[in-house]
C-alpha cells in the first residue's frame, strides 16, 4: 500500500504545489484589499494561511478526479497488489496531498502564533485545523458518493440503499456539529476528522465490495 | 491440471456474468500452456467482458476462474504475478512520460527486465520521452503492450491488442508473440476484429456470440474443412449435406461447405457435374460461423 501511495503522491505532487501557487494570488490580492482599508496587516497573513488549506483541499478533489479520470484502478489492480492495498491508496493519496498543504499552513500559522502578537493569531490557530476537517470530509464524501453510484450500476441491490442512508446520516451529523454543537472549535474539529476518517473506512470497505472497476 | 500434470494456464468454469439486456455464459474454457486460443465474435458479442472477468477487473456472477492453477480470489493478488493483460484501458499514469510509467511498472514486478522493456518499445517505435496523454490511440497500444511483455508474465491476456496499430508495427507485435511463445511455457488468449492476424498466431479459435459460445475449432481443421464449392446440378429444392450457405442460379449451384469431404461425397451421389472447389480464408469461415449462430456449434 506504501508503495502504492508512494508513487500516487510524486504523481499528485506538483498539483499541490501549483493549486497552493494558484491560490496565493487571489488570496493575495485579497489582504492588500484588506490591508488598504481598516484591517490590519495580519490580514495578509490570515488571508494566505486560508487560501494554503483550502487550496489544498482543492487539489484532493482534484486529485480524486484525476485518478478516476485516469482509470487508476486499473493499472494498480494489474500490478498485483492486493484489493485493500488499492482502496486504502485511493482513499489516502487525497487526504495525504491536502494533509500536507494543510499542515504546511499550520506550521506558518504556529509561526506567526508565537513571533507575531500572540492575541491576533490564536482564534486563527484554532479555527485553520476546522476548516481543514472540513474539507477532508468533503473529499471523503466525494469518494463516497462516486462509490455509491458504482454500487448502484453493480445493482448491489442491499449495499447502495444503505451506503447512501448511511452518507445521509453523516452529512446530518456534519450539518449538526457545523450550526448546532455548542463546544469548542477543538471539539468540533475532532469530531468532523472522525467523521471523515469514518466515511473513510467506509469508502475502502465499497471498493474491496466492487463488482467491477473499469468503469 | 493438463493431462501432464502441468496446471492449465486458464481454466474457466460455469461463468456467468449479466448485465441489464445481456447475459455471459455460462460457459467453460481452458487452455494450456504453449497454446493460443483466438477469440472472435462481434461487437457486444462478450469478449472484453470475459477477458475483464479473467483479469479480476469484473467480479463473475457465478463460476471459477484458475490461472496457472491459482484460483482468482479479489483478496489475494498472487494469481495476478503470471498474468499480464491488455484491455480497453491501461489506467496509466498520464502526465507522465512512457518510461516512467514502465519504471513504476518495473518497481512492483520482481521479473520486470528493463532491457527487454527498452528493446520492445525500440521494435515498436514507442517514444519513451513521450506523456502518455500526448500519446497517439497506436502508441498508447504499444504501451499497453510493452507494460504486460516487460515481466515476461506466463498468460497473456490481449483483448483487441493491435488496435489501431499500422500493419508494420501490427507485424511485429505478432513476431514478439511468437518469440514469447518459443519456449512452450506461455499461452495466450487473444481477441481481436483482425482475423487475418489471429489466424496466423492461432492454434484454436473460440466463437462467441450474445454471450454464448459457438463453438471451438483448430485452426488447420478449419481450412482442411471448410471449402467453397461451385457445381451444376438439375434438381431443384434439395439440401446438400454440410453445406451452411446454398446460393443457386438456375443449374449453377455455389455452396460454402464445412464438411468438404461428405458435402463432395453427397454431391457425386446426386449426380452434379462441374464440380470445382477452392480454399476458404480463416477470416471468411470465422464471418460464415458467426453469421450461422447455433448452426456452427454442429460444424
Not at chain 1, 486499473?74 to 487525497?94: K, N
Request: proline share 4%; glycine share 10%.
Amino acid at each position: 500500500m506504501l508503495r502504492l501511495l508512494r508513487e500516487n503522491l510524486r504523481y499528485h505532487w506538483g498539483l499541490l504545489a501549483v493549486t497552493v501557487a494558484v491560490g496565493m494570488v487571489p488570496a493575495g490580492l485579497v489582504g492588500i484589499v484588506l490591508l488598504t482599508s481598516r484591517a490590519g496587516p495580519q490580514s495578509v497573513v490570515v488571508s494566505l494561511l486560508f487560501s494554503m488549506v483550502v487550496a489544498s483541499g482543492v487539489a484532493a478533489f482534484i486529485v480524486i478526479g484525476r485518478d478516476a479520470g485516469e482509470h487508476r484502478p486499473v493499472l494498480h489492480l494489474l500490478l498485483g497488489v492486493p484489493l485493500r492495498a488499492v482502496a486504502l491508496s485511493r482513499v489516502l493519496t487525497p487526504v495525504v496531498l491536502q494533509l500536507a498543504g494543510s499542515a504546511a499552513a499550520m506550521a506558518l500559522a504556529l509561526g506567526a502564533f508565537v513571533v507575531l502578537e500572540r492575541e491576533r493569531y490564536d482564534r486563527l490557530v484554532a479555527i485553520l485545523p476546522f476548516v481543514a476537517a472540513q474539507l477532508l470530509f468533503v473529499g471523503q464524501l466525494v469518494l463516497a458518493a462516486q462509490e455509491i453510484l458504482a454500487a448502484r450500476r453493480d445493482r448491489r441491490g442491499h449495499l447502495w440503499p444503505a451506503a447512501l442512508a448511511a452518507l445521509l446520516a453523516a452529512l446530518a451529523f456534519f450539518a449538526w456539529v457545523e450550526v448546532f454543537a455548542k463546544t469548542a472549535m477543538g471539539w468540533k474539529t475532532g469530531l468532523v476528522l472522525a467523521l471523515a476518517a469514518g466515511l473513510g473506512l467506509g469508502n475502502v470497505a465499497l471498493f474491496e465490495r466492487r463488482r467491477s472497476f473499469v468503469r | 491440471m493438463s493431462n501432464g500434470g502441468i496446471p492449465l494456464a486458464l481454466r474457466i468454469s460455469g461463468l456467468t456474468k449479466s448485465f441489464p439486456g445481456f447475459q455471459l455464459g455460462p460457459f467453460d474454457l481452458d487452455l494450456e500452456p504453449g497454446r493460443v486460443l483466438g477469440f472472435v465474435g462481434p461487437n457486444g458479442a462478450g469478449k472484453t467482458t470475459t477477458f475483464n472477468c479473467v483479469a479480476g477487473l469484473l467480479r463473475p456472477d457465478a463460476g471459477d476462474i484458475e490461472l496457472l492453477g491459482r484460483p482468482s480470489t479479489p483478496g489475494d493478488a498472487r494469481w495476478r504475478d503470471d498474468l499480464g493483460h491488455v484491455g480497453e484501458v491501461g489506467g496509466f499514469y498520464a502526465d507522465w512520460t512512457t518510461g516512467r510509467n514502465l519504471d513504476l511498472l518495473a518497481s512492483f514486478h520482481a521479473a520486470w527486465s528493463r532491457r527487454r522493456a527498452i528493446d520492445l518499445a525500440e521494435r515498436f517505435g514507442l517514444p519513451l520521452d513521450r506523456k502518455v496523454k500526448d500519446l497517439s490511440k497506436g502508441n498508447q497500444a504499444k504501451l499497453a503492450l510493452v507494460a504486460v511483455l516487460g515481466h515476461d508474465p506466463r498468460l497473456l491476456l490481449l483483448d483487441e491488442p493491435t488496435a489501431g496499430l499500422d500493419p508494420v508495427v501490427r507485424s511485429e507485435v505478432l513476431e514478439v508473440l511468437w518469440e514469447v511463445l518459443a519456449d512452450g511455457e506461455h499461452a495466450i488468449f487473444y481477441s481481436t476484429h483482425i482475423i487475418s492476424d489471429i489466424s496466423r498466431l492461432a492454434d484454436e479459435l473460440v466463437f462467441i456470440h450474445d454471450g454464448r459460445l459457438l463453438g471451438r475449432h483448430a485452426t488447420t481443421e478449419m481450412a482442411e474443412s471448410w471449402r467453397r464449392i461451385t457445381f451444376r446440378l438439375a434438381v431443384g429444392e434439395t439440401r446438400i449435406a454440410g453445406v451452411a450457405e446454398h446460393r443457386r442460379v438456375r443449374d449453377e449451384h455455389q455452396v460454402v461447405s464445412f464438411a468438404q469431404a461428405e458435402t463432395l461425397r453427397h454431391l457425386g451421389e446426386l449426380g452434379a457435374d462441374r464440380i470445382e472447389h477452392s480454399p476458404m480464408t480463416i477470416e471468411e469461415i470465422a464471418v460464415m460461423i458467426l453469421k450461422g449462430g447455433s448452426h456452427a456449434q454442429t460444424a
